[in-house]
């Protein structure tokens, strides 16, 4: 296995360190590590790829509609560039984690719905796990069934992944 002078956990770590307030380091359920950065306007990603040492944004974070747009091929100076200059001020951290735990609810409360209308034996297993929407499904949201898919890669209804970049 090719081993990489600088990983992209540690890159992704200093980007967030780099942003501040704006960002925050996590991981992906598919173990991908990489920045979320809030601007006024839009929710970015931002992913180190060591094999080509450069940065790809994505956008929208979070992904309402199912599909992203990407900027790539930057460097780790015009990242911190783009969104220290390019985007003005950025909202703090907790109203950032705010709105997360305002999604939490939803998905919680989709769950429940979800429960009663495939009924307890089947309703146990699948679950709103996402904010994807999803025209095929009764809810609009992709459901995913956690016993049989736990890497949510097929949507019960439109069979798309959790994961969309």
Known sequence: MERYKVSPREECSRLAKELGDM???RI?????????????DELYSACYFASQDNWTIFYP????????????GKT?????????????HMPDREKIFDIKRKIAVLVAEGNA?????????EG????????WECPESPFGLCVYNLVLDRAKDDC?????PYERK
């Open 156 to 160: 019960i209804y439109c069979h798309h």
């Open 23 to 25: 960002a925050y380091f």
């Open 61 to 72: 974070y979070g992904g309402h509609s199912g599909k992203q747009d990407k900027i790539r």
């Open 28 to 40: 992906s359920y598919a173990n991908t590590s990489h920045v979320v950065i809030a601007t006024p």
């Open 124 to 131: 146990q297993f699948h679950k709103v796990v996402t904010t």
């Open 113 to 121: 719905i979800l429960d009663k209308y495939l009924g307890e034996d």
């Open 76 to 88: 780790f100076d015009e990242v911190v560039e783009f969104f220290k200059e390019g985007q003005g």
